[in-house]
């Protein structure tokens, strides 16, 4: 789809990946000492960042949830009930990133 020649399709995903992982990177860090990207409690870009560590789930090499605050992150938001349902109402099964 986003290639004319099939055979570069693999490079292509590779470096999405790769910068991909560049950006999980700077989140990772950025979440350093704290529990949620902004102030003290869960918000939407939390909620989002969880549903772009899901896609990431599925990356050939390193993936978001091999980063440690990333990692801890999508653990404790996961634990919310509302999260719990929402992942339930979609049929969806761990890992959920």
Do not use: C, Q
């Not at 470096?15 to 003290?40: C, N, S, Y």
């Not at 899901?54 to 634990?79: E, V």
């Not at 719990?84 to 979609?90: I, L, T």
């Amino acid at each position: 789809r986003y290639v004319s020649d099939p055979g570069t399709a693999p490079d292509v995903m590779a470096t999405a990946e790769a910068r991909l992982m560049e950006m999980f990177a700077l989140l990772d860090r950025a979440l350093e000492g704290w529990d949620w990207l902004v102030g003290d409690r869960p918000t939407l870009a939390d909620l989002f960042l969880l549903m772009m560590m899901r896609w990431g789930r599925n990356f050939a090499g390193r993936k978001p949830r091999d980063l440690p605050n990333l990692a801890r992150h999508a653990a404790a938001i996961t634990t919310r009930p509302a999260v719990r349902r929402a992942f339930a109402a979609e049929g969806l099964a761990e890992p959920f990133y």
